[in-house]
């Protein structure tokens, strides 16, 4: 099967539907184990704790992705609002959370939003939107984005958890 066949087919969606299926499953990797004062432990003032990531994306997947992916099913061409993550982290308390609800909340939502972008035709995949500040975007274009901020924070955690790791390290060693 030649490349272009298998775009269109729909094995490459496939398994980009596959890794934003598993987001979930690398979060309770990366925060195994990990206590709640860790938890909440910042690198710097200007960096998410753990909790605030966790926070973050489901908040993002339930006032981002989720309202966006229906309305892009449901409506032509519609027109669909930024998600200011920093200023809804900022008028929240995100490292008063709760970490194992936050991370069910997000799993059940990414587990809806997959379900809602699972067995879509391509010309489905192909239906238009203009997001602020990015412009036109297909459906399809907005999982790839839904993956490549997934990438970037499961990168983010796995440095961070590395970083608690040395601190717990260095704190057992003085």
Same mark, same amino acid.
């Given at each position: 099967?030649?490349?272009?066949?298998?775009?269109?087919?729909?094995? $490459?969606?496939?398994?980009?539907?596959? &890794? #934003?299926?598993?987001?979930? +499953?690398?979060?309770?990797?990366?925060? $195994?184990?990990?206590?709640?004062?860790?938890?909440?432990?910042?690198?710097?003032? $200007?960096?998410?704790?753990?909790?605030?990531?966790?926070?973050?994306?489901?908040? #993002?997947?339930?006032?981002?992705?989720?309202?966006?992916?229906?309305?892009? #099913?449901?409506?032509? +061409?519609?027109?669909?609002?930024? &998600?200011?993550?920093?200023?809804?982290?900022? !008028?929240?308390?995100? +490292?008063?959370?709760?970490?194992? #609800?936050?991370?069910?909340?997000?799993?059940?939502?990414?587990?809806?939003?997959?379900?809602?972008?699972?067995?879509?035709?391509?010309?489905?995949?192909?239906?238009?939107?203009?997001? !602020?500040?990015?412009?036109?975007?297909?459906?399809?274009?907005?999982? !790839?984005?839904?993956?490549?901020?997934?990438?970037?924070?499961?990168? $983010?955690?796995?440095?961070?958890?590395?970083?608690?790791?040395?601190?717990?390290?260095?704190?057992?060693?003085?």
């Amino acid at each position: 099967m030649s490349e272009p066949e298998r775009k269109t087919n729909g094995t $490459d969606f496939a398994n980009l539907l596959e &890794f #934003l299926r598993d987001t979930p +499953n690398k979060l309770t990797q990366l925060t $195994d184990g990990l206590l709640l004062a860790e938890l909440r432990l910042k690198r710097s003032e $200007d960096e998410f704790s753990v909790l605030e990531n966790l926070c973050h994306l489901r908040d #993002l997947e339930l006032q981002g992705y989720t309202p966006r992916i229906i309305r892009m #099913l449901n409506e032509k +061409n519609p027109e669909l609002a930024d &998600f200011d993550g920093a200023r809804v982290a900022a !008028e929240s308390d995100y +490292n008063n959370e709760q970490p194992d #609800l936050a991370l069910r909340t997000f799993q059940t939502a990414r587990s809806e939003n997959v379900g809602r972008l699972s067995s879509r035709a391509d010309e489905e995949l192909a239906r238009e939107a203009t997001l !602020e500040g990015v412009g036109k975007i297909t459906l399809r274009r907005l999982a !790839e984005m839904m993956r490549e901020h997934d990438e970037g924070h499961v990168e $983010d955690l796995r440095l961070l958890r590395q970083w608690l790791e040395r601190q717990r390290e260095s704190e057992l060693g003085h």
